[in-house]
C-alpha cells in the first residue's frame, strides 16, 4: 500500500528550541510539499519541491526551513521555535503531471 | 493568484437527506479543481478531481462535483448521505498550464455533520 510517512504524531517542544518534521514517500513522486492546517484558515502551503535539492516558498514560508536531500524524503525544519508555529504540519506527493496528492496523516505540534 | 471560497463552515444534515457544499475559485487562467476528504484524526484523501472533458466528475462512494466555468464553482453533491459521511470537505485548485507549478491551494473547508 503506497504511502506518505510522517515521523510523527504527536510533538510537545519548547520555545525557541530547532524542530524537524520528516516526511517520506515510497511512490517514487518528483513533488513533495508541506502544509500547515489551522482551525477556520484550511491549508496553508509553507514550501514545496518539484525535485531533488531543490525547494521553492509556498505562502507563509517565515520561520520555517525544508531540505530535500534524497528523492523520498522532505524535512521542514522550524530553526526556532515559537507558540504561534502550534499547528498540524501536513505533508503530501504528488508524480509530475498528475495533481492527485497523497497525504501523510499529519503531525500536530504544540510549541509550549 | 488562485483562490477558493467554501461558503458553509458548517452543514448539518439528516442521515439520507441530499447535501450539497459550495465551493467557489478565483483565477485568471484555466484550472483544474478537486475536493479531498479528511476523516477525524486522519490526513486529507482525494474525493474526485476535474482536470478536462466532462465537466461532471463522479467519486467511488456517491459523491458527485461539476465544473460550471461561467459560475466559477465546483459545487460537490450527494444525493443521499450516511452517517460515515462526517468529515470535512476541502476545495483545492491548481493553475492547469502554470508551467511546472502543481502546487494546489485550498479552501478553509466544510464540516459536514449527519445526524441519524
Known amino acids: 500500500d503506497v504511502k506518505v510517512t510522517q515521523s510523527s504524531r504527536y510533538l510537545v517542544k519548547r520555545t525557541g528550541e530547532k524542530v524537524f518534521l520528516e516526511c517520506v514517500q515510497d511512490?517514487?513522486?518528483?513533488?513533495m510539499f508541506w502544509y500547515r492546517q489551522d482551525p477556520g484558515l484550511g491549508l496553508r502551503l509553507i514550501y514545496f519541491?518539484?525535485?531533488?535539492?531543490?525547494?521553492e516558498k509556498g505562502d507563509i514560508p517565515e520561520g520555517y526551513s525544508v531540505s530535500r536531500e534524497k528523492k523520498e524524503r522532505f524535512s521542514l525544519i522550524l530553526e526556532s521555535a515559537s507558540t504561534n508555529q502550534t499547528s498540524m504540519y501536513l505533508c503530501a506527493s504528488s508524480s509530475a503531471g498528475n495533481y492527485g496528492y497523497t497525504f501523510g496523516s499529519g503531525t500536530r505540534l504544540t510549541v509550549v | 493568484a488562485q483562490s477558493v471560497t467554501q461558503l458553509d463552515s458548517q452543514v448539518p444534515v439528516f442521515e439520507e437527506a441530499p447535501v450539497e457544499l459550495r465551493c467557489n475559485y478565483s483565477?485568471?487562467?484555466?484550472?483544474?479543481l478537486f475536493w479531498y476528504v479528511q476523516y477525524p484524526n486522519q490526513g486529507l484523501q482525494l474525493l474526485l478531481k476535474y482536470l478536462s472533458g466532462s465537466t461532471l466528475v463522479e467519486s467511488i462512494n456517491g459523491f458527485e462535483a461539476e465544473f460550471n466555468k461561467s459560475q466559477t464553482s465546483f459545487h460537490l453533491r450527494k444525493p443521499s448521505v450516511h452517517i460515515s459521511d462526517t468529515a470535512e470537505y476541502f476545495c483545492a485548485v491548481s493553475e492547469s498550464d502554470a508551467g511546472g507549478s502543481e502546487k494546489l491551494v485550498f479552501g478553509k473547508g466544510t464540516k459536514l455533520t449527519v445526524n441519524p
Open positions: 519541491s518539484y525535485d531533488v535539492k531543490m525547494k
Open positions: 511512490m517514487d513522486h518528483e513533488n
Open positions: 483565477s485568471s487562467v484555466s484550472v483544474y
